[in-house]
């Protein structure tokens, strides 16, 4: 080959060509373009160990140094964590409406209770009983005309000292003797109904002392014009006339 033609080939360093592309910007060739890219962003792609994908580097504006961006979040991290968010405001909601659920329950119960404590009360305000126990009388005169003159009660035949109780809850209205009657206790009940107790041996009670159903109120006895120890019992609704004493009790689930 003619010297001419080797004119120059081995001045200087041996440097790779350098290829342009129209609109690309500069390609480094070989083992530069392996060693480093600049992509369209400005953005330093660094390649990482054998077979390990390239991180992106994003350059420092104030230093100059290369920094490593934060890694991508998928759309599927972010379904999956709105999901998770979502679940915990039902579980929170749920958990709420029990709670209220319970709190209802309660005050519900607690309105029961009351009106039944209520109802029973009122019960025991207005309930009515015979006004001696059981077993410790027999009837010995009813209601009605008796030598020709009103019966105006039903008699209780009793040893005298036989305890005696208001029929229903009231107030005294006269506790003392009456011609006739004796020793007599008059009851003014919840209702307007007057009840009569006659021939006492005791009053156990005073004017205006308010008393319940079946309270002790005096002892049978054989005062007054009486053929035989006994109480004499009267009812008079209203505070009127007096009726038969044991068809009102019965009215007012009271037997005898």
């Known amino acids: 080959m003619p010297k001419r033609a080797y004119a120059g080939r081995h001045r200087g360093r041996h440097r790779a060509p350098v290829e342009e592309r129209p609109g690309r910007g500069v390609v480094l060739p070989g083992a530069a373009a392996a060693a480093l890219t600049i992509t369209a962003t400005g953005a330093v792609l660094v390649p990482g160990a ?35 968010l979502r679940s915990a405001e039902i579980a929170e909601v749920a958990a709420n409406a029990r709670a209220e659920a319970r709190v209802r329950a309660s005050r519900a119960a607690e309105r029961k209770a009351l009106a039944a404590k209520k109802a029973k009360a009122l019960a025991e305000a207005h309930r009515w009983v015979l006004p001696v126990p059981r077993g ?30 208001s029929i ?42 308010d008393v319940d159903a079946g309270e002790e109120i005096a002892r049978s006895g054989n005062t007054g014009h009486s053929t035989g120890p006994h109480l004499h019992l009267e009812v008079h609704p209203g505070g009127k006339g007096p009726v038969n004493p044991r068809p009102w009790l019965a009215d007012h689930g009271v037997r005898f």
């Open 50 to 84: 054998a077979g390990a994908q390239a991180q992106e580097h994003v350059p420092d504006t104030d230093t100059g140094a290369t920094a490593t961006a934060a890694p991508t979040v998928s759309s599927t991290h972010v379904a999956d964590a709105s999901a998770a």
């Open 136 to 165: 410790s009388y027999r009837v010995s005169s009813g209601f009605g005309m008796r030598w020709g003159k009103l019966h105006a009660g039903n008699d209780f035949a009793a040893p005298v000292g036989t305890r005696v109780g």
């Open 168 to 209: 229903g809850k009231g107030t005294v209205v006269f506790a003392g003797q009456q011609s006739g009657y004796g020793n007599k206790v008059e009851i003014r009940h919840w209702d307007g109904t007057v009840s009569w107790y006659g021939h006492l041996s005791q009053i156990e009670v005073k004017v205006g002392q």
